[in-house]
């Protein structure tokens, strides 16, 4: 079984299999995730060693798993190879330097792939500031769709608690009233 685990997250069969071939062999495992949803449960569910993210993904883009990833210390410290057809489409979102993760520009050769995973694996291990009153991550495991659904839970419940509020209002009037 390998010991290492490499998530490939791209939209194009091509590419994934393109990056599948050009790394070198070795004792690790190649898993494929063809939108951003499937990499994120990918990456919270095999705990991968390296991450290949595609910028642009049907589902949920690889800027908003970027985003993911960046809110989760356990997560950060996985080396980032974040890949694009045109480097424009990322900066826009993410300023220039990346300093905690790797770009490569599709097309790409094999020595580009390599050198790319190398820049990654060392800026990982850059320590991050912590940002003070930063937003709390999700509990592992949870998806966007189960966040969602509990705050229709919560709200469902406030306006329940609202209701038996104004029911319990009335009633203390009516009792008020009767006693007086």
């Known amino acids: 079984m390998a ?11 091509v590419i994934r299999a393109r990056v599948r071939d050009m790394l070198p ?18 990456i919270r569910t095999q705990k991968p060693n390296l991450i290949m993210l595609d910028f642009l993904l049907p589902r949920m883009s690889g800027f908003e798993v970027f985003q993911e990833i ?5 997560l950060q410290s996985i080396p980032l190879v974040m890949m694009s057809g045109r480097r ?3 900066t826009e979102k993410i300023k220039e330097p990346f300093e905690y993760f790797e770009f490569i520009e599709k097309p790409f050769e094999q020595k580009d792939l390599i050198c790319a995973i190398k820049g ?3 800026k990982a291990r850059k320590p991050r500031p912590q940002k003070a009153g930063a937003a709390p991550s999700l509990v592992s495991g ?8 509990l705050k229709q839970q ?16 009335k009633i203390l009037a009516f009792i008020k009233k009767k006693l007086a």
Do not use: Y
Not at 3 to 13: E, G, M, N, T, Y
């Open 88 to 90: 424009e489409e990322l």
């Open 154 to 169: 919560v709200n469902t419940l406030a306006k329940e608690v609202a209701a038996l509020r104004t029911q319990n209002n």
């Open 142 to 149: 949870e998806t966007v769709a189960e966040m969602a659904a």
């Open 70 to 74: 960046q809110t989760k210390p356990e």
């Open 3 to 13: 010991s290492h685990k490499i998530l490939v997250i791209d939209d194009s069969r």
């Open 120 to 122: 990654a694996m060392v």
């Open 25 to 42: 062999k070795g004792n690790f495992e190649v898993i494929e995730a063809a939108d951003g949803i499937e990499g994120i449960d990918a």
